[in-house]
């Protein structure tokens, strides 16, 4: 299967094929982002969704020891996921965050065949939303400890990679400030400004009140 990498309009949730333009213009609803906004919002909830969802999906099913799987989600699941972070920065109803979640795995659904999965929208909105807002503090001592040694470890490992690249010299100061910057992305996560999120789902609600009033 050949992999498209697609961009999730985050007004109307419709999904286009990615032509590295640096602004990107939805041919549905014509909004319009600059790439580094939206390459910051997908950063942000590419990891909530990865650690806050798939990650403790994955702990929950009380996996054995020893297992270090690496995680990715695919882009359906990502794309809900934005949609759950939106919905609180971007200030957006529970029910707009459910449709425009919906909507998103159709529409993904329709642009690559046979790559269609079953997420629970729900579950996928609860957790990555309880992951932006809390992190892993709600969760068990065991779920929690599994998701925070995945974080680092990866943390830690792309750290490593780029001082490698630039073919600096790698010591024990070089480990510990590995893992000291690790423990710091872990601690803050920063999320993205609102104005980022600015007309998130607007399409989606504009949709909806129009439904309504004809009611
Ligand atoms: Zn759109």
New binding site residues.
Partial sequence: MTRVKLIL?I????VVRDRGKSVLV?P????RIGRARYERIRSYAETATRFGYAYRRHFESRPPKNVHPSISVDDALLFAGLAAVGGIIGNASYDVVKAFARRVFLNVAAKIKGDQRDYEVEEVVEYVQEYHTHGVSNLSLRVRTGIREEFLTEYEAQFYLRIKRRGARFTGATLRRGREEAQRAWIERPPPPPADFAGFAS?VRRRRRARNARK
């Fill in positions: 309009c007004a109307c949730a419709n939805c549905e609803c014509h909004f399409a």
